[in-house]
């Protein structure tokens, strides 16, 4: 935890993970010391629990006068825009995500600002990285805009911290799987979307193919990682932006195996569209050791206990029986 009481900011925060790490935060650090922020209108039970703003943060002048009116010193930069609707529209996924990150960055350095975490991605693999076990450090070739300014992204927080001593973090997410907010137009949407057409219709066309490996991580350790790395001993990290963090590693097929022990009659085709060749350009499973070994990763939730539990959760929602 930061010395003085964080003061945080949340971009992005109606978001996939923005919407439940907010949430976390909050409980942790106090309701009015998180501020969610985010293009869009914050509702629900983002804006009943704490304070919320609108926040573009393409616009350097609008975060610096949010940054000065709330008096923050904490940023998760959570606003992006991810790789499926960065591949239809590129030009918009380079300004979030790059000028985004770029005006966070400077933010840090003028307002001298404590603990800055911008998420990574498995996208900032491609091709020409080993798949299996894939390495802390390796190739980044990636092959999709996105994946581009994630590594833009991790090479720039690396630069911010040595340059000028700022304290950014950022770890290499897996595909989040959650059961509160759909997720905002990713390659890794389907292992969610599975899980509520298995509940709500019994059926799933799926984008990729069943043989499709991908590493991917449930919210809950996704939380955890993200606190625990943003709380760890600055001075005890060797990497700073660019953390592999493994969890989970299963096919299409076999998730749809998981979920049939509970929905015995789920029914799955498959119809891989141009998702598929951005899921092949990515591992299949992550080596993350040095998370384990700086700050002591740990992941808690394996395929069957994520299965049941989204399961379970999604069917009370939709008042259904299993
Ligand atoms: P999401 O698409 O669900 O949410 C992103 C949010 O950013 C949305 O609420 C959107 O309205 C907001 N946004 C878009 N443009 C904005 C702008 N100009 N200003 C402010 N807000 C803007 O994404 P997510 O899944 O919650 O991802 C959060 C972070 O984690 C991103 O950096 C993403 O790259 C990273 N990540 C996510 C996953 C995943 O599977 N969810 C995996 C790897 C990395
Ligand atoms: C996506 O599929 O774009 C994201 C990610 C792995 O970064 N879920």
Redo the contacts with the bound molecule.
């Keep these: 935890m930061t010395k003085t009481t964080p003061k945080v900011l949340v ?8 919407s439940e790490l907010t949430l976390a935060l909050r409980e942790r650090y106090g309701h009015d010391n998180v501020l969610a ?4 209108t914050i509702e629900g039970p983002l804006a009943e629990t704490g304070p919320c703003a609108k ?4 616009d350097p002048v609008m975060l610096k006068g949010i940054l000065e009116r709330y008096g923050i010193n904490t940023v998760y930069h ?5 790789s499926a609707t960065g591949e239809k529209n590129p030009g918009l996924c380079w300004r ?1 995500n790059m000028d ?1 990150t770029l005006n966070v960055l400077n933010m840090a350095v003028e307002m001298k600002l404590g603990t800055v975490m911008i ?5 900032v693999f491609g091709p020409e990285t080993p798949r299996v076990n894939t390495p802390q450090e390796t190739v980044l070739k990636p092959r999709t805009m996105y994946g581009v300014t ?1 590594v833009c992204g991790e090479l720039l927080g690396d630069y911010y911290v040595r340059r000028f001593g700022a304290d950014v973090r950022g770890l290499r ?4 799987i959650s059961s509160e ?1 759909p ?4 390659t ?1 949407d389907f292992a969610v979307d599975i899980f509520y057409k298995a509940v709500q219709n019994g059926e799933y066309t799926c984008f990729v193919k069943e043989d499709t490996s991908l590493p991917m991580m449930y919210m809950p350790d996704c939380i955890k990682a993200t606190i625990e790395l943003a709380e760890a001993d600055f001075s005890k990290l060797s990497h700073h932006g660019d953390f592999n963090v493994g969890a989970l590693s299963f096919t299409a097929g076999e998730l749809a195996a998981e979920i049939r022990k509970h929905i015995p009659g789920f029914r799955v085709s498959y119809e891989p569209d141009f998702r598929q060749a951005i899921a092949d350009s990515w591992p299949s499973s992550i080596d993350d050791r040095a998370a384990r070994e700086e700050w002591g990763w740990q992941p808690a939730w394996d395929l069957p206990s994520m299965t049941a539990d989204m399961l379970e959760r999604l069917s009370a929602r939709f008042g259904k029986r299993l």
């Design positions: 971009t992005g925060a109606m978001g996939q993970i923005g922020t985010d293009v869009r926040l573009d943060v393409t959570l606003a992006a825009i991810l979030v985004g998420p990574s991605s498995i996208a994630k997410y897996p595909g989040i907010t997720p905002g137009g990713g890794t």
